[in-house]
């Protein structure tokens, strides 16, 4: 019996169940189509649905939305001539996406951040998840250093920080994604006792201020920003082994994208 694009999107939310409101959606796409190969990616832009194409897959998976807001606001762009352009290339490709960002995250543990752990190597650290973030324990490494094993297991040129660089760290709070706010991030300090977190975005003025503040009290505190994307695509790399171990008579490829930002 063929497996389908709904088959596969019915076993993606089943450990989760049907939730009510959710912005995972079959944004293109035949439900019914037999699927001949998936491919999992950050955000399907255009040169991963391309190469999700050329490798043979039919179905991309993407954690982000396709036309640039987390609602798929599409009314605002709808004759817009490179949201245009991007409708015409996946009608010619022929590909389903499925909005894979919702379900993930309530994974128990969530999958972007188990997959964020496992690239780290930090399985073995983990001390305690939390519904939004997960506590590590690593033994005393400095900042700087930190930093670096960072940039060389997620593969990035850089990171940004907020702290002494030499500060000594042991207990890390990780938080994944948009979740570095003040409202999530800052009261994890205290809460958890944490000499550094590391995040992948939040509103600068917040969470970043603060811990500009706490330095100013000499307080020892400091924050390793990793960027979005990059501390949320090992979660979609981690899914492509979830879905290879699943169906392991079908090809499956994480498409990775190059870093957004060119720093000058």
């Known amino acids: 019996m063929p497996l389908r694009i709904e088959d596969v999107i019915h076993e993606l939310i089943r450990p989760v169940g049907q939730l009510e409101t959710t912005v995972d959606v079959l944004e293109f796409g035949d439900p019914s189509a037999e699927v001949r190969g998936i491919a999992t990616a950050f955000v399907a832009s255009s040169d991963v649905i391309r190469q999700a194409a050329k490798a043979g897959a039919n179905l991309l998976i993407s954690h982000e939305g396709i036309f640039f807001s987390h609602h798929n606001n599409r009314e605002a762009i709808k004759n817009d ?47 305690e998840y939390h519904p939004a973030s997960a506590i590590i324990q690593i033994p005393e490494a400095s900042v700087r250093e930190i930093a670096g094993h960072l940039k060389s297991k997620l ?7 907020v702290g002494d660089l030499s500060m000594i ?70 899914l492509a082994g979830v879905l290879r171990a699943r169906y392991p008579g079908l090809p499956v490829y994480f498409v990775a994208e190059k870093p957004l930002f060119q720093i000058i």
């Open 169 to 238: 760290c042991s207990r890390i709070g990780l938080l994944a994604g948009y979740r570095g706010g003040g409202l999530t991030a800052i009261p994890l300090f205290e809460q958890e006792n944490l000499d550094l977190i590391i995040l992948g975005e939040g509103p600068e003025w917040e969470t970043p201020e603060y811990v500009r503040d706490a330095v100013q009290q000499g307080k020892r505190k400091a924050i390793i920003v990793l960027g979005h994307a990059q501390s949320e695509e090992p979660g979609m790399n981690y």
């Open 81 to 127: 001539s490179v949201a245009t352009e991007k409708r015409k290339l996946i009608e010619e490709t022929g590909m389903a996406i499925f909005r894979f960002h919702d379900y993930w995250h309530r994974y128990q543990p969530d999958g972007i951040m188990a997959g964020l752990i496992e690239q780290l190597d930090w399985q073995k650290h983990l001390a």
């Open 155 to 161: 593969g990035v040129p850089y990171v940004r920080v």
